[in-house]
């Protein structure tokens, strides 16, 4: 085929190998997840058009196509852990991202409480909430325009924050550089950073740290 | 003379023309200032080096220079606003951009309340000072890396917020202006924002409007 | 519901939450103006489609939707300041920003001034109209490609000027980015900016402080 | 005094506030250290240069001044972690910064190995070290130039990869953001990014997920 | 005509001029092409649609639209050179720059060997293929995001590389450029670099350098 | 010797060639000049250090040393020209651009006036001095920070307008970026510009169109 | 109207007003146009459509639709300079840009030579053209990709040299940012620049450099 | 030791480990050299400093150093290749990239062709030199500025030409981006890049094409 499709990932790296949407044909995602399906694991395909996701559920009518968060989603893991991943969000806007962060996780056997639209200008959201961010064993934080959630729950928390940029916001967000920069010099230490609008690797990053805490 | 003093600037703008220190020889400050003096009103020299103010403090024995403001300053105001500008910095590195706004207030005229160091990575250090943010007229945020300080007094105060980002910090902090598009994209309204390290611009204007409300 | 809506906005900041249109469907700006209709305060959404207020006059036949300003309100502040905001632009390019910022000061009860398309290249039109402009209470100055209006206006006011970069332009205008740049080093003082074409923004601010002037 | 130092930070996030010596005067960092004292927990600080060194040698006789990495270390953990950190170089000139990062985790009480000078251009080596990568609990790679370390050790690991780029190369390296912008794309899943330079950020969030494991 | 063709190329260059066609109309594309056939030479038109092609093959019958590499050429060498130019990609994604560059060679008369998809996130994959690498005479390396598997296969083989950056990704990969920058800062020397996605460019130089060895 | 100088650039382009003596040792200067005195003709170099003029003056005692345009002159025109060029400039940090376009000028046999320190902050001082600047017959205007002053003057005169961006200024002045962008989008017409700090290729220029008018 | 129309620029500049088509509907052209007929000049309307063009025609049928050049003009100039302006081509794609250059001169009373399609790569071509390029008054020098004809060009001829970088190329181009900055950095003297695919603003520039020589 | 050297690199890549002095001590150089050493090959470090010289000239008293260079060699290679590697600059401040090209050359067995300060702003001195850049196996191109040789030598040959930028120049040169984008854009096909400065990079890559030319 055209694809190498990296059957070894799971024995590797503990997760298989997961299917980018994103510029491939349906036809293309069709073969790749044919190949994994021999392996019995969880196929988790991201950045999945609902065009794309028509075909996908004649196809695999066991699948489920998540249409906020863009994915499609093969086998999930039936158990989830017992900690949980909090996922955080400063906007309604940033829901999109949010949710293939929760997905992806969900689909790799986390728990996951969603806290969204929570952002510092009405910073008495974030404090009605803190409770449930400082009970996780991993918190996410997505955020767009200046990013500037991520330092505050970065000061309140003793767990693991991985902030995720969004490409949310107009005019000097640069589509969503200023959320980067803004979240790799949070003047909070515990705080690391993946690719602007990455959803997936923020939750893929977060589950390898929960399942440290369950003994796995 | 070299240059074309602006000795018409305080009819026309409600302040006299200001010294800007940085690359002008001390004799080129010297001779502006003794053109400035003739008019008898408060005149103010920024980004003056210590080894300039050696040179001012002998020519202009009257006149008092402000180290960590880098400031040299004749015949300040006397009198002062019963309303003041809070000035607040997120740590202690922007202590001398916010003395440069402190000291450029004060010279025109305004009371001024400093409230140094409470940046969000401890975000009880804010509270702790917040009645004393909101009973100013005018608000004065200061701060380097991420900005985030800015995002969150935007959103508790009902007064204008002048945020000055700094070029503190290093590597993605890229000379402060990742601290400026922070506050460009700030989620909280009722901001606006100068030059990088602009504390005498973000005083300039705090003063204008500080002095409406006292009816000036 | 999928956001929280800030209701207690109008009394921490003096003004009620602005529903940002760009990026939520219709369903959802309906739902949140349903949400803060409960309060009985002026509700603006701004950024609104054509597309999306033929459903919200449908929805609120209350409403009013200016097509320009691209602004959908309700209950619009009814009583006006004394004092005025003079809203000047360079070109007739820039006047949709314009109008976002006037309908925003008109919606929370600020009288406003209009002198459009009055850019230096022909520099007579700005002094034909500078007594309108010296006589406001504060001065919104929006321009794209080089931005030079505002430094014009900058050194010929004594009222605080709020600057407003639009991305009208081509090649290195950069979207806006060489305004705002040149904005911000605006060789005339008493200008602060907000983001590129945030006509929203400046006015939120100039409010503020022409309410100063009200002594409200 | 100047500075607000955060008494309760370690209540709040595990860890005591750490002093950045970059930019501070040495009485500063003096003065601090004094305030942290009374808490009798370990007190790093970090970006000290020799200089600065000696007066805190004589000042803190018990301190130590770890010069490759430019900490000056006060009451280190004096108990280590049973699982460790691997700390894994693409070159020799990137030891400043992971000596930083090893220095910081061995305060905090973790066990920690180094393997440097692993980078692509002779993967043999990576190889030759592999299974001490693998059998760590956190992995941090450290890279300048165009960071492919990263991406190669990410692919062949089942444990969380912090990456740190480092502003050594030239020319097209941009001072670090070729190597920072390399790792946020990376296309192995697992990794996630600190600050240029940032080898403290990169242990502190090392060491909150190793302490995870040990059950902390 | 509206064009100078240069029919002298050949002669001077060793290569007749290719028809760029991105930006052209199909009736300049016929023009050019009718011009080049009175030379008996191959003719190479490169970024052509789908759409173009279709009235090129008409007009052409003897032309045959290669589609995945976007090229149309007339006239291919019809003896191919003993070494072989290896082509390889990172991932599936860059395909469509490696079949222009493919195409290129072999209408060049060059033999091509094609290894696609043996990035570094599994890495086993590169060293399956290493001998039909390590046997080229010269290799081309396609990738987008990081682009570490540059420095990877050039830190193992003994011939010429040249870097193919690819615009694939998203974020921070700035449209290829990170990917550019990444290959040139190679920790791994022998590496050179074209424009992005310019697999024509890698190609055309590839097959300079295969002819010297075929003694050309 | 090292250097091939281009000893038929006066035959062909009017201009002999002007020694550029950055990054030149003063030896290389004097070998250089030592080629092109066999010529008779003018003979300039420009960014001269103080250090390397002392050498220059001893070796060629016709020689005059400009210490504000930091240039050494041999052979000046000694006939001026009828109509003159006019060089402005926005502040007195600009002066010493100003005088490289002023000697350069002059050396190539052209009447100057020189207008400094007329910048928008106090537009009447440009007013008081249109007279002169209309009546030039080229106007060279040259300005940091934002500018703006070149869009004044453009849309005031009937002459071509040369434009030169300075490196006055901090923050987001980008070294002079912000101010050639500006430049390059002004909203007159009528200017062009060149690169930054180039006083040189201002004078160049302005002198080429001048002596036009002149009838050479 | 919504313009104030600067019927004072032909007096002022020594041309009247045109018209920037780009983002105004064909309303406002319509409105613009009669507001500057009443004056009698020549009218030119750049970036204009061949939508808006079609309604044009039909309101002043003595107008003329230029397509390649999307310029719309009534009232040219009759007469014509002796001298003319030589217009110059990299390759074929920069045409637009060259006839928006071309229409503008020639509306405004000028004679011009057009010289398309002798960029570098095929040097003998641009010999070939020499003399045309040398004897004319004014040269326009337009290339997109690396921009080098201008530096040769401008190595080659005694006259003012005005270079547009156009848009033209793909990856490291930048939308015509690398042409713009390789032309500002010429190593020819002679050489100066206007925006990023400004054809009009070079010829504008070029026409009153050329009146000069007609001792206009 | 701090190093893991790389002593397989001969018998993988063709060529043994080269040192890069920039940020290495000189008792680093002196390590790795002596590590290097008894493998009996070549040994090379670039980028050193006059003060390094004399430690390692005092160490290695075989060894040679090359000022202008900046290369410190040991072991060169004793037999010279039959073809030649052309190295042409632009200007005499390119002189110390070519250098370091051409020892690095010549240490590993090339013969070379040094044709400085042939830039195109006297195109003459390029012609009055093209046989010998014509007759090379490989060229090698260095330029700063605008870069504009590389395209017209591309034009001209029929070998692989290999570009390198330099940081020479000021203002819009950007440090050397300028021309590097300007290469990688370069209208003449058959032209590969390599980093800014980076001599010893084009002259590794040059060998290599060099060698297969003498069919080793
Ligand atoms: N949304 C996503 N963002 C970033 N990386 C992803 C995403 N989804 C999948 N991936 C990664 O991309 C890899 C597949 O890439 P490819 O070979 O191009 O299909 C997967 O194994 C994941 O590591
Ligand atoms: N090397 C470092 N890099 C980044 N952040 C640091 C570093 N060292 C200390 N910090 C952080 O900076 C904070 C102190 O900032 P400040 O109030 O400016 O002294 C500490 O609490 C740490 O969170
Ligand atoms: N200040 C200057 N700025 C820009 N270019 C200059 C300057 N001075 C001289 N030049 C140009 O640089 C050329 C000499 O370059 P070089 O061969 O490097 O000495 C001269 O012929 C001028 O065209
Ligand atoms: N193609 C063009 N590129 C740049 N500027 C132009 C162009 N066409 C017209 N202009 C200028 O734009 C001005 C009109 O701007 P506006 O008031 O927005 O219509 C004219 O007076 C010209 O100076
Ligand atoms: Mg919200
Ligand atoms: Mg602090
Ligand atoms: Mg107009
Ligand atoms: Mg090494
Ligand atoms: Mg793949
Ligand atoms: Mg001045
Ligand atoms: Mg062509
Ligand atoms: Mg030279």
Known sequence: GFAKV????????GYPE???????????IVAITEDLLTEGKAILSTRVSA???VVLEQKFPDGIYHKDARCFVLNPSSK???GYIAIVTAGTSDIGVAEEAAITAET??????????VGVAGIHRLF???DDIKNASVVIVIAGMEGALVSVVGGLVDKPVIAVPTSVGYGTNLDGITALFSMLNSCSSGVSV?????????AYNASIINKIREGE
Chains 1, 2, 3, 4, 5, 6, 7, 8 share one sequence.
């Open 80 to 82: 989830l852990t017992d």
């Open 18 to 28: 997961v299917i980018y949407g994103e510029g491939k044909t349906v036809e293309q």
């Open 108 to 117: 790799f056997g986390n728990s996951v409480k969603r806290i969204y639209d």
């Open 51 to 53: 065009e794309k996701a």
């Open 128 to 130: 009605a909430n803190l």
């Open 6 to 13: 990296d059957t070894q990932r799971k024995a590797r790296n």
């Open 194 to 202: 993946v690719n602007i609008d990455n959803g997936f690797g923020a």
